[in-house]
């Protein structure tokens, strides 16, 4: 069984500073996912890695995958109210097999972040 | 519509009677999932369709719990005998396919279940 461990649970910045989440696994995977979700509706995808140590930009959020694609971070720069909201990882396995459809997810990071 | 749509938003069932989720995918869409959410926290694996197969059935916690999905469209998730263990939201997604240039996941809004 593939298990993601994510951390921090909760977290609460004010706005303009920094933070990183992390995802870690002792299993490897074929891709790894970040997704956001906002109360009342389903997550949505901000970005896949694929290549182990490849990082991905998106505006002030930073993704790595790790180089043994069993870990992923992300960094958001000079956090906003705006990027309040509950983020969360999610790993891929390897192709073949019954499970390649399933994807493991993170148990989240509730981040709020204050004006 | 465009999007992956859920049916009913919220339902309140009695303790041991049997629910059915409804999930519409996005046209076209050849894979389907059924997760479960517990307040705040991540999603819970139930199942995937590639087609109407169910290749995955791992993640469906008990044997009260079965999906179907026919016509490589609409799924159906029932929970027989409903325990109030069973309250969360439950989620269905859609992709394009299961490999990983189609992977993206659209999630419908969910359905809330509450078991009294």
């Known amino acids: 069984t593939q298990l993601l461990e994510q951390s921090p649970q909760f977290l609460s910045i004010q706005e303009g500073e920094n933070l990183t989440v992390y995802c870690n696994s002792s299993?490897?995977?074929?891709?790894l996912q970040w997704y956001r979700q906002e109360p009342g509706e389903g997550p949505v995808l901000l970005v896949t890695?694929?290549?182990?140590?490849e990082v991905k930009k998106l505006k002030r959020l930073t993704f790595q995958f790790g180089d043994a694609r069993k870990d992923s971070s992300l960094h958001i720069t000079a956090a906003q109210p705006g990027d309040t909201g509950l983020y969360l990882c999610a790993g891929k396995p390897r192709a073949g097999g019954t499970s390649y459809g399933k994807l493991t997810f993170g148990q989240g990071t509730i981040l709020t972040v204050h004006p | 519509g465009a999007g992956v749509s859920q049916s009913p938003s919220n339902k309140v069932t009695e303790k041991g009677k049997d629910v059915e989720l409804r999930c519409d995918p996005i046209?076209?869409?050849?894979?389907l999932y059924w997760y479960r959410q517990s307040l705040g926290q991540g999603l819970e694996f139930l199942i995937y369709f590639q087609g109407n197969s169910a290749p995955d059935k791992s993640g469906l916690p008990s044997d009260r719990f079965s999906a179907e999905r026919t016509g490589g469209s609409v799924s159906t998730l029932t929970i027989q005998r409903t325990q109030q263990e069973d309250s969360a939201v439950y989620l269905c997604?859609?992709?394009?396919?299961?490999?990983?240039?189609?992977?993206?996941?659209?999630f419908g809004p969910g359905t809330r279940l509450t078991v009294l």
């Open positions: 997604a859609s992709s394009l396919g299961l490999a990983v240039a189609y992977n993206e996941q659209f």
């Open positions: 299993s490897v995977f074929s891709s």
């Open positions: 890695v694929v290549t182990g140590g």
């Open positions: 046209s076209g869409h050849t894979a």
